[in-house]
Every structure is written in C-alpha cells, then in structure tokens.
C-alpha cells in the first residue's frame, strides 16, 4: 500500500502533537525518505521520547536568540526556530537564531525553504563533530558543515543545500560494508595519507580543496563559535539566518532579477538547484508506510495513548 | 623614501576628507598595495573625482538598507555602508546593507575585519560582471563572486576572503601578456571547451566544481538579486552582514571556543586565515610613494585646492 505526501504528513504532524512546527518537522522527515536519503528521514523519529521538554515558544521573537535544544525533539526544536525566525525577520528586517545541543534534525533544506515560503531569504549551516580535516591538514577538525540558501517562490525559486565536505562518513560506512574502494581525494588515513580504503579512513577531506575547507570554516565559525555548538557533546549547533528583501522596495526588482539569473544560469549549461521539493502527488512505498506505521505506535504507546 | 604604513594612511585619509569613513578607505587601499595587490590600492583613485556626490550619512541606520552607490566614489560609500552598518549590527543585534551601483572598492577583507574590531561577526560579498560560468555549464553567467567573514580580536582573530572562482580576468590578462599557459580547470573557451590558451577565454571556470559554483551562485543571489546589484552597468552589487554575538551573554564563550577552533586547525594542519592584515610597523616602497604622490596632487588640483 502507497501512501501520498500529505496524508502520510498529516498522520505524522498528529503524532508530532499538531501545529505549524509538527507540520514543518514532519514533512521535512518525510521528504528525505521520498527523496531516497532515509537517514534524514524518519527514522530520526527514533530520537522522539514522550518525555522530551516542549518546545518553547518565543511568543515575542528578537532579532538574535540563542537557544539550547539538548533537551527537545531535534526536527521539531528547528522547526519552531524556523517559524519564530520568519515572525522577526518580518519585524525587524533580518535575523538570526542559533540553536545548540541539536541532535539528528535532518537536511537544511526544507526549513530555508519554508523561510522562502514566507517570502524571505533564508540561510542556514550546522556544524557537527569533527570528521573533516582542514586543506592541508591532517586531522579531522570540523563537521561536514552544510551551508544552504532558499529565496523566491514558484518557478524560479532556488534551494541551495551545499557540502563543504567531500562526502559523509556514512558514504564511508557504505563503501565498507559494500567492500568498494573510496573516490580519489575523499579521505586520509590515520597517519594523515591519502587512502581509499574505507576501514582505514580517519578524516574525511573538504570538498574542492581550500574552497570546501574555508566555507567549513566559516559554518563552524557561526553555528559552531557564536552559536555555541562546537564541542558541545549534547548535539551539534544550528544557525538560521532570514532577510526580508522587502525593504528594497521599488529599488530592486527582485523577482524579475531571480527569473532572469535563472534563465541565464539554465541558458548558460548549469543546474538551477532546487533542494529536492517534492509535489503534492509525490507518493511513498508500502516500506515506507510500514516504517512509519512503526513508529507511530511505538510513538502512541510511549505518549500512553 | 620609504614612507611607513600609518604615515600614508594619514596623508590619504586627509586627502579623502577625513573622519572615519575617509580612513577606513585609505587604509583598505594602502594595505593592498603593501600585500602586492596594486589593482585593489591606490590605483582606484584614478575613479576619485573632485564632484563625486558625498557619501550620505545615514545618522539613524536601520536593520536593513539599500543604497545606490552610482554617484560615490566606492571604497568611501564602502567604508561608510560598514561604519553605520556597525552601529546598525549593535543596535539591533544583526543588520545587513545592500550595495548596488559600486565600482572598483578594493577587497572585502579590510572591511570585514572592520566589522570584526567592532566585537561584531562581518561578514560580506561581492557580485559583478559575468566572467564566470556555472559547474557543468559553458559561458560566462555570474561574476567572481567572493565571500568573506570575520570575527575575533587579537591573536585568535580570523578573517577569511574567499573567492568562487578559478581566478580572475586579470590572471588571463597577465598570463596572455607573459605568453604564459593558464592551469588545467581554469577556463574555457567560445566553444564551452576547456582552455589553457589565455586568448582563448570566454569564461572562467568555478573553484573546486561544484562547491565554488554553488557558492558564487549564493553570493550572486544576494548582492546581485536581493541587493539589485545583477546587470547594473554602473557597478556591482555588494552586501555587508554584522551580527552582535553579546545577546548570547553567558550561554556561549565565544572568545574561547574560537581560540579553541584555532589550536584545533592550525594543530591539525590548516593555515588559518587572517586576511593580510598589516601591522602598524609595515612600510611601502619609493615607487608607492611616488605613486601616492601624484595621486594627491591630481586630487589637491581637482578640488582647485
């Protein structure tokens, strides 16, 4: 039995205890599993206990917020950041929160997206556990620091979602348990080697040599150093970033200017990124349902319902 | 006659009408001679003229602005968008300046690290001309696009400048002229091929692939679309970002956790970036002064002075 996007959202969003921040978070879930990466998905749900602190809701959201999320439901806890950003940067014109002690939330993607949503810019990068070394180095000193970026809406919008690291060390657990060689340039060993023997690896490499290293840096500098993440064995550090271009007024025409770099990005031979936003008529596959439906009822049962 | 590092920023300063403003472009332009990057110092005086509209001050600068740069003269509207953007950033916790309309300003580190020696995060992009094409793609679409940050005082400091492209058109031009060929990866030519002959070019190439292109794509969207500056053909568009890290008061040590990220790079192998910062003991050679020289002479006898 398939089942569509929105109701199997609609299920989730339920079991997440309803509301704006259960949606956000449940389709964020879902959209990873339609898009083939079920480790952003909803296994995630794994992590969810009935006895997780409520997310706290700013009622009276401020330009900058600092948050510490140890204690909350990930995907939901940056779901609420999501929303509660979009209300400032309505109000003030831009702004900025970082969370810290985040557990597995999955991909950037749909929370800048949801910011796009609302009409704004949105940026956003996380920093983890050091896997990555620095160009040059060699040890692993910083996460794979994702740095992404979503305006416009409709056609023309764009969902940047951009690695700074060669890969994942799940792309290294894989190659392992499938016996297959490493690429070229993906990882050292631990005597600070190249290799491509993934039961060696010891850091992975940034993506693009100095180019990967330096956007690694500048995520672990924001998420990691002003938000408070690095180091912090609870969870990782998050920072999410809104701009209302609204301001610009009669000055910028932003949407013709977006419609015509998309054309000219697309006329001139390059990929116009659009974060893997899936239709309303996107389906999952009964494998999906049953994992899902596991998790309902574990979810159900620990709520005591 | 060698003339020290802070004697020519007073003589220069003097001559861009002092204050504030006027110092931080003449020390952005001096320092870049003193790095060997003449193309981004005092040569862009040759842009200043004596009936450039004065850079107007905004005495209450909001958390968000757009401010058409066409009629200034571009490392003064530069320096006075990252002064009043300093103000804006402590005022209201983050705050961002669109630039459109701005011609040759120098590099973006001095002005980051601006930001930086005001306790703030800064960080700032440029867009441009189409040089550059995106990753897969065969002309020309988006400009070099670099990114810059900084944060931190002192010895832990970083202030990362970071281009999205392979190199610039001035790299082409000096290869072309020394009969030198280009690196592998570094250009194509009219046909959308590969090219190590630099009369050939008709586009750069993105830095790292994919990561480069996506990254140039992000600065793109912001300076050139939310900010106007994309096909203006009085200028580039540019964007400065600060954010106040004091909201997050106890919660995080910034200083430490950064000084922290340094030992970890710098011990782990990486160079950490600083932006070429000069100290006050730095000196310039005769021929700089030479240059300077007649510089101020041609802008004393403009003024009629």
Chains 1, 2 share one sequence.
Do not use: Y
């Amino acid at each position: 039995m398939m089942i569509a996007f929105p109701e199997a959202v609609e299920r989730l969003t339920a079991a997440l205890g309803g509301g704006p921040s259960a949606r956000l978070a449940a389709s964020a879930l879902i959209e990873a599993d339609a898009l083939g990466m079920p480790r952003f998905g909803i296994d995630l749900l794994g992590e969810w206990p009935a006895d997780t602190a409520p997310v706290s809701k700013d009622v009276n959201p401020q330009a900058t917020s600092w948050r510490d999320c140890s204690s909350c439901f990930a995907p939901l806890a940056v779901a609420a950041a999501t929303l509660e950003l979009c209300t400032a940067a309505r109000r003030f014109g831009v702004a900025v929160v970082f969370l810290r002690g985040v557990r597995g939330f999955g991909r950037l993607a749909p929370f800048v997206r949801s910011l796009a949503d609302g009409g704004l810019i949105g940026i956003a990068g996380t920093e983890g556990p050091p896997f990555v070394a620095a160009h040059g180095g060699t040890r692993p000193v910083i996460g794979t620091n994702p740095l992404a970026l979503a305006m416009g809406q409709g056609a023309e919008r764009v969902v940047i979602d951009l690695a700074s690291s060669s890969g994942t060390m799940a792309d290294v657990r894989s190659a392992r348990a499938e016996g297959r060689p490493l690429k070229d340039g993906f990882a050292l060993d631990g005597t600070g080697q190249p290799t491509r023997t993934a039961a060696e690896v010891a850091a992975l490499l940034p993506r693009g040599g100095q180019v990967g290293s330096l956007l690694g840096l500048m995520v672990e500098l924001i998420a990691g150093v002003a938000g408070g993440g690095r180091g912090d064995p609870k969870g990782r550090g998050v920072f999410l970033l809104a701009i209302d271009p609204g301001g610009a007024a009669e000055a910028v025409d932003i949407r013709n200017t977006l419609a015509g770099l998309q054309h000219d990005w697309v006329d001139g031979g390059g990929h116009w990124p659009r974060g893997g936003g899936l239709s309303a008529e996107a389906t999952l596959d009964a494998a999906f349902v049953q994992r899902l439906d596991a998790h309902l009822v574990r979810m159900s049962a620990q709520r005591g319902g």
